[in-house]
């Protein structure tokens, strides 16, 4: 009889015994693996099979062309054309071990984890320069064990077949140093204006440091000093241990990094284009692409912004706005509702000109921040019939607040909460803060962090609201926001309380037709849907009734003026900001106006300023023939929520004697759906004082509006 495989005895010695088997095929059939493979894969030629591919970025109609991304940028030269210390910077700062190892370092790829955990920062990378040369050789983004497998091979096969000078002059001569420059001529070249053969030591250190990251590295990037320095010195002690340079020289530059050209920007990036496609590299980043892929890699992103209504949006800016006001920044955004997708955006008016996209620059919101109040008073127990104090000047502690902006500077007397909203009344605001917060006498910061919470829930991220100070004032926008985030949290309330995270890419396709990895991105409710319909109801009135009837659309709207002051001091504050945000069903869009590094005062320089005027008919002349010929959609029902905290307001009888502030008699029936008709737009030219702001923050309160 046959014995079984295992033969006799405990059961557990049987396992081991096949356990055993099994592992010996297993290296066998692994080792018969690597012995074909490394017969099959051939060694790409540096020269001849090194190339780079144009990345090209669509519109959402994954046809038209927004514009590319580097073209290849390139100029080989022999190993002794490259000085000694450029070829001692690059292995000091890439592979230290270069002249010893097998083309693969698995001490290395340790060390390098545990050193850049202990550290806290990127100092050594886990790939040898034969495995990084390989990965250059082979541009695709194909994300697989295959992939690794195929370096693997070749990394070894490159270290057996070619000598260690061959393998550096190929690295040195293809290997992305950012910026579109390919290998270290070009890069000399770019960042200093000469050939590698006159490269300095320092300026070896600094290229050979930006390999690791070129965006990171990036030295016309901004903060780049403090990036680079740690990596650069690291660069230059590796350069000192293997002999290249003294201590003394390199002491010399520890502190200082060399200087260089002035950065030539691609006509790719002309006009307002530019800062789209400056947009998608940022995100095709955060996917996880790298530059060298980016510029090089062949990719087809196709992104979500909308051809026509990106032409919308450039041609809204230049009809409304005054061509002539040379230090006016305009940002303009839309997003759209329950995708997150951004279909426009208008971040300046040349790219080359100035790299700040001012829809996605923090800017003061003013009182479109109000709209947070709103959904977290709805949500702490309040409505929309909920009674606050108008009244203005309002004393907190011993500071004031005072209704300015489009309100007109009125002092209203008791309001309700939807009226506040739709005359953007300050004051009422602020006492909806203090009631949130447990009254008058109690620390404002419970009820300011509420609002913050809202603000979250909406899509305003926490890295934003985080900078913000709890306050009695916080309602009325005093801390930046980027209009993108603005857009994205009223995108949400038009769509019921579904959030999604905004974003710009739609697809990515590799070099060879495959599509590629993206985040994955998700909807989800953050607000209660009749918390949203009732904020969708109050802010109806702002365009029906209220301060921002100049931004009603062909669609049903919501919307809200702002208008935001700054200054260091009470002697200090101008206006500083103008905004509109709002939305239909099916878009929400931001525009904001503000002038120089996006602080100084715009009053006097643009007349009218305020929210209601330039950025809200801004919004509208865009929102139009966005929508022309589209389903305006609807927005979700009134929640019509009961308050269960503060008192309902009571109109006061027809005969009731005025009080000293004159308190309006309400001319329109108090209730959540807008009237058709408008009433007349609200004076823009108030002469109000400036408020002063309360103690306890020294961020100055903004103007309402």
Same mark, same amino acid.
């Given at each position: ?652 009888? /027809?005969?009731? &004697? #005025?009080? %000293? @502030?004159?308190? =309006? $008699? !309400? *001319?329109? +029936? /108090?209730?959540? &759906? #807008?009237? %058709? @008709?408008?009433? =007349? $737009? !609200? *004076?823009? +030219? /108030?002469?109000? &004082? ?6 306890? $923050?020294?961020?100055?309160? /903004?103007?309402?509006?």
């Amino acid at each position: 009889m046959f014995r079984r495989i295992g033969g006799d005895g405990p059961r557990w010695k049987r396992v081991l015994r096949w356990l055993a088997l099994l592992l010996v095929l297993g290296i066998l059939a692994a080792a018969l693996l690597f012995f074909v493979l490394y017969r099959i894969i051939s060694i790409p030629d540096a020269n001849a099979d090194f190339q780079t591919q144009t990345t090209k970025v669509y519109y959402s109609d994954g046809k038209s062309e927004l514009g590319t991304f580097a073209m290849q940028d390139r100029e080989s030269i022999p190993l002794d054309e490259v000085p000694s210390v450029m070829q001692a910077a690059v292995i000091a700062a890439e592979d230290r071990t270069f002249y010893e190892n097998q083309g693969i370092d698995f001490k290395g790829i340790l060390r390098a984890v545990r050193d850049n955990a202990t550290s806290g920062q990127i100092t050594s990378g886990g790939s040898t320069i034969t495995q990084q040369y390989v990965k250059v050789l082979y541009l695709n983004q194909e994300r697989s064990y295959k992939r690794k497998v195929r370096e693997a091979i070749l990394s070894i096969k490159i270290h057996n077949q070619l000598s260690k000078q061959e393998i550096l002059e190929g690295y040195l001569n293809t290997i992305y140093f950012g910026n579109g420059s390919y290998g270290v001529q070009v890069a000399a070249q770019t960042y200093f204006d000469r050939p590698a053969s006159r490269l300095n030591y320092a300026q070896a250190a600094l290229l050979a440091t930006i390999i690791n990251s070129p965006s990171y590295y990036d030295p016309y990037a901004e903060g780049a000093k403090e990036r680079i320095l740690p990596r650069y010195r690291y660069v230059l002690d590796g350069m000192v241990k293997s002999g290249a340079i003294t201590a003394d020289e390199a002491a010399k530059y520890q502190d200082q990094l060399p200087r260089v050209v002035p950065k030539k920007n691609s006509n790719r990036f002309r006009g307002t284009s530019g800062y789209l496609l400056e947009l998608v590299r940022t995100q095709l980043r955060q996917a996880g692409f790298s530059d060298n892929e980016i510029d090089g890699g062949g990719l087809r992103v196709t992104t979500t912004f909308d051809r026509r209504l990106q032409r919308d949006a450039v041609n809204a800016v230049r009809t409304i706005i005054p061509q002539n006001l040379n230090e006016l920044n305009v940002g303009l955004v839309s997003v759209e509702p329950g995708t997150g997708d951004v279909k426009a955006m208008y971040g300046g008016r040349d790219y080359l000109k100035s790299q700040l996209n001012w829809a996605m620059q923090s800017v003061q919101p003013g009182s479109t921040f109000k709209v947070f109040a709103v959904i977290a008073g709805l949500e702490d127990g309040y409505g929309l019939r909920t009674t606050l104090n108008g009244s203005s000047p309002l004393r907190i502690g011993n500071s004031i607040v005072g209704n300015q902006g489009d309100s007109g500077g009125r002092s209203f007397g008791p309001v309700t909460l939807e009226m506040a909203t739709q005359e953007s009344i300050n004051t009422a605001f602020v006492d909806l803060t203090q009631q949130m917060s447990g009254g008058a006498e109690a620390d404002a910061s419970i009820g300011a962090r509420k609002i913050l919470k809202a603000a979250n829930q909406a899509g305003i991220p926490r890295s934003v609201t985080d900078k913000i100070n709890p306050v009695a004032v916080t309602s009325l926008g005093f801390a930046g926001v980027p209009a993108v985030d603005m857009a994205n949290a009223y995108a949400t309330i038009a769509a019921g309380g579904e959030r999604a995270q905004w974003h710009v890419l739609k697809k990515v396709t590799g070099s060879g037709g495959n599509d590629l990895e993206l985040p994955k991105r998700e909807t989800r409710r953050s607000i209660p849907e009749d918390v949203a319909g009732d904020t969708v109801a109050a802010l109806q009135k702002v365009t029906s009734v209220g301060t921002g009837t100049n931004g009603r659309t062909i669609c049903p709207t919501i919307g809200k003026t702002g208008t935001a002051t700054a200054g260091k001091n009470d002697a200090d504050q101008h206006v500083s900001s103008s905004w509109f945000v709002g939305a239909t069903p099916k878009l929400a869009t931001a525009v904001t106006l503000s002038r120089g590094v996006g602080n100084e005062d715009i009053e006097g320089y643009l007349v009218p300023f305020f929210g209601g005027q330039y950025p809200a008919r801004t919004f509208k002349a865009f929102m139009d023939p966005a929508l022309q010929g589209t389903e305006c959609g609807s927005f979700p029902p009134p929640g019509n929520i009961q308050a269960d905290k503060g008192r309902t307001y009571v109109p006061p009888a /027809p005969t009731a &004697t #005025p009080s %000293p @502030t004159p308190t =309006p $008699t !309400p *001319s329109r +029936t /108090p209730r959540p &759906t #807008p009237t %058709p @008709t408008p009433s =007349p $737009t !609200p *004076s823009p +030219t /108030p002469t109000a &004082t400036q408020p002063t702001p309360p103690t306890e $923050t020294t961020e100055p309160p /903004p103007f309402g509006g």
